[in-house]
């Protein structure tokens, strides 16, 4: 049998500049009801942009909700008016400068299924040329350029904890891999 | 210089069973005032379990948020006074029944940086035994398991989107190629 749950109210909690609380009652598979708390968000995307030094591009930021600084790859909420592809161009301009050729797409990533609704598209491409940065003006970003492997190595021994950066970093690596494969 | 970002307020704006929201005023490095929407999450624990057939168990379930029926690896909210590692094992029995042995760390997983601070602790095990499942009274699971090299596959076509599952079977993978070689 297929699962599913249906919703039986939904109450709105917070409507933020990010996210969208609500509090739902949903009928379970068994007639029962069970609370559902969602975060709602307008999705995102992320870019592993490499350079012609096999260097991908990542940005150093502060991340208020672990009081930490992260090293991520680039990446943005998703505009509305834009394709998840013309965000990700945005968000890597914007952040980096970089403007990249060949994207391909290294599919979606559901962050937290839990509570969450958010989906992030994320993208390879090869760094064309720079522009001028500009940042959101709340965001004060280093660039760091790391070669991929070193960038696995990183994912491996968790200095990147962020997940769409262990996921991008780890498929931009295998699709180079096969790449190179189908180049001999 | 480390970027910063210092709180000012925090408003609570929601406690609910799983999430707790508050949105906060925080002061930047360069002295301006911006807000943050913050997610608080007990944080979570996801387990790859391999069989002795080089499967590993997976969770078929509904997934509120998304309204889909998501495939997984087994993985659950932190509960406290245990350990990441006991939650783990907790949960994979509950929702599998396997009992693992060789438990080794696939390092930790930060889902949603921009507003979240959820960590996820990813293991993987080898399945040593089942025992009775008992997932919790509003969880309806299937369990499936797929050969690692076929999830590797579908984490590459979009068929496990989920993050902590995309992370931690490409790790896993990773970590078993390892271990092959170093068998040689």
Chains 1, 2 share one sequence.
Do not use: W
């Not at 403007?99 to 509570?115: C, D, I, Q, W």
């Not at 990183?154 to 189908?182: C, F, I, R, S, Y």
């Amino acid at each position: 049998m297929e699962h599913f749950e249906k919703t039986v109210s939904s109450k709105d909690i917070f409507n933020g500049k990010v996210i969208h609380v609500t509090h739902d009652e949903a009928e379970l598979e068994d007639g029962s009801i069970a609370m559902r708390e969602v975060v709602g968000h307008p999705g995102g995307v992320c870019i592993a942009a490499l350079t012609e030094d096999d260097e991908l591009l990542f940005v150093k930021q502060f991340r208020y909700p672990y009081k930490e600084v992260l090293v991520e790859l680039p990446a943005g909420k998703l505009e509305k008016g834009q394709t998840p592809l013309e965000n990700g161009k945005r968000e890597l301009l914007e952040e980096t400068g970089a403007v990249g050729r060949e994207y391909m797409t290294l599919g979606k990533l559901y962050p937290s299924p839990g509570y969450s609704d958010e989906i992030v598209h994320l993208y390879f491409c090869k760094v064309d040329h720079y522009e001028q940065q500009s940042p959101d003006e709340d965001e004060f970003i280093d660039i760091i350029k790391i070669p991929v492997n070193k960038a696995v190595e990183m994912v491996l021994n968790g200095e990147l904890p962020d997940a769409k950066t262990q996921t991008a970093v780890l498929k931009t690596a295998m699709l180079l891999q096969n790449m190179k494969v189908k180049e001999l």
